[in-house]
């Protein structure tokens, strides 16, 4: 089932819901449709083009968050699937600084690897190698990095996130369409409480 990408009303990336999600909120009248998936959902009666890319129609006043949360996809989205070190396609989390010398699983502190790269460093400092970077790893930030992490990648949200950070990244957005996906989109803080006016009291 294809995602729909949801915006504020100020247009600011709020998050993903399904489809079933984001026409329940368009036929409510809580969200406007901003671009067609070109997906036709038929019913007993009537038939009704999909969304992918929905904008509520009120403003929902978002609560801080914290930093991007640390996963493997939004890893592997922020260095573009390419292993740091030789450029060859990632396919590991490599610690700079090893766990086993106190180095921590932080945005700072990891990077997307090859397996051939990762098994030759294991557990030694880049110095000891003679290894370099071209840059220092660094945590993600911009709101587009909420839609990044979750590892969907429509070619139809690019300009809706573009102004929202994560620029680098969606160049790779134009090589996975209608890709698979494994696990769920961000569910809007469904693990977390509801607090009022938060946009997962519009969106549930
Ligand atoms: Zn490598």
Sequence with gaps: MPHVLVLNASYEPLGVVSTRRALILVLNHKAVSLEDSG????????AVTAP?????????????????????????????GRCVY???????????????RGGQHRWDNVVAACRRC???????????????MKRPPAPPSGLAWRIIGTGIKDPRWRPYLEPYGGT????DFEHHVHTDHAGAPVPLGRSRPVHR????SVIA
């Design 118 to 132: 990762n098994h030759m460093k294991a557990d030694r400092h880049l110095t000891e190698l003679g290894w370099r």
């Design 197 to 200: 006016g938060e946009p997962e």
């Design 52 to 80: 992918s890319v929905v904008r509520l129609t009120r403003f929902v006043r978002v609560p801080f968050r914290g930093p991007v949360p640390l996963t493997r996809r939004a890893l592997f989205a922020r260095d573009h």
């Design 86 to 100: 030789c450029g060859a396609a990632a396919t590991s989390v490599d610690h700079v600084i090893p766990r086993s």
């Design 39 to 46: 997906v036709t959902l038929h019913s007993a009666t009537s």
């Design 168 to 171: 680098d990244q969606f160049r």
